[in-house]
């Protein structure tokens, strides 16, 4: 059902491996994926999720708000997290030299349209 626009989101962002809709629960509800990505991604979908709801426990913790945006710089991968709902969250994952600014739009572009259609 997701699919199509997480595929859109791939070919949108410059430097995109991975996108997927994830359940805080560390089930996706969809995915889309380059072709020069090798090996399993499903732990890393699991453990982006249990980041998301760490973060959303800490914020909830210090009464700081809902948390709207996460992201993560490392080395060989950037991260860029966005929550779609109180349930899910809209993920994509980037070469290190990859368009984070585009990643970030996108996302903020995406998850009201993704939560529309959740809703219908």
């Given at each position: 059902m997701f699919e199509e626009t997480l595929a859109e989101l791939?070919?949108?962002?410059?430097?995109?491996?991975?996108?997927?809709?994830?359940?805080?629960?560390?089930i996706d509800l969809g995915r889309a994926?380059?072709?020069?990505?090798?090996?399993?991604?499903?732990?890393?979908?699991?453990?982006t999720a249990a980041l998301m709801n760490r973060m959303r426990q800490v914020s909830a913790q210090l009464r700081m708000g809902a948390v709207k945006e996460l992201s993560v710089e490392a080395e060989e991968l950037l991260l860029?997290?966005?929550?779609v709902?109180?349930?899910?969250?809209?993920?994509?994952?980037?070469?290190?030299?990859?368009?984070?600014g585009m990643a970030r739009y996108?996302?903020?572009?995406?998850?009201?349209?993704?939560?529309?259609a959740l809703a219908s």
């Open positions: 791939l070919e949108a962002i410059d430097g995109s491996l991975m996108t997927t809709l994830l359940g805080y629960d560390g994926v380059t072709p020069t990505v090798k090996g399993q991604t499903d732990h890393l979908v699991v453990e860029v997290l966005r929550p709902d109180d349930r899910l969250a809209l993920a994509v994952a980037l070469k290190p030299d990859g368009n984070l996108q996302l903020a572009a995406k998850a009201p349209e993704l939560r529309r």
